[in-house]
């Protein structure tokens, strides 16, 4: 049984920054893409970063894309999400989740195990 852990998430001001980590259970990490999504209150889930098996390729949404970065520690079977330069428009719900190697790195529906969430909220 897989299990995605997410912890990071608070209360910031704009311009602040905060740092995810997701703690996957279960073997093989390595052989898996990991990637963030968030979901904001009465809008639908969205992708925000992703990561290859071994670290070598990022992507990311182009609201994030220059603020966030995604890393990850195999050893630790842990994917991280460093936030930076935070705006109100970044609150929502974060999630971790994993999918197999291969393309549609922005798709929710191409992955397949899910955190449970941690909410970061910023206030103006």
């Known amino acids: 049984q897989v299990q995605l852990v997410e912890s990071g998430g608070g209360l910031v001001q704009a311009g602040a920054s905060l740092r995810l980590s997701c703690v996957a259970s279960?073997?093989?990490?390595?052989?898996?893409?990991m990637g963030w999504f968030r979901q904001a209150p009465g809008k639908e889930r969205e992708f925000g970063a992703a990561i290859t098996q071994s670290g070598g390729s990022t992507y990311y949404a182009g609201s994030v894309k220059g603020r966030f970065t995604i890393s990850r520690d195999n050893a630790k079977n842990t994917v991280f999400l460093q936030m930076n330069s935070l705006k109100p428009e970044d609150t929502a719900v974060y999630y971790c989740?994993?999918?197999?190697?291969?393309?549609?790195?922005?798709?929710?529906?191409?992955?397949?195990?899910w955190g449970q969430g941690t909410q970061v909220t910023v206030s103006s």
């Open positions: 279960g073997r093989a990490f390595n052989n898996y893409v």
């Open positions: 989740a994993r999918k197999f190697p291969g393309d549609y790195y922005y798709d929710s529906k191409e992955y397949t195990y």
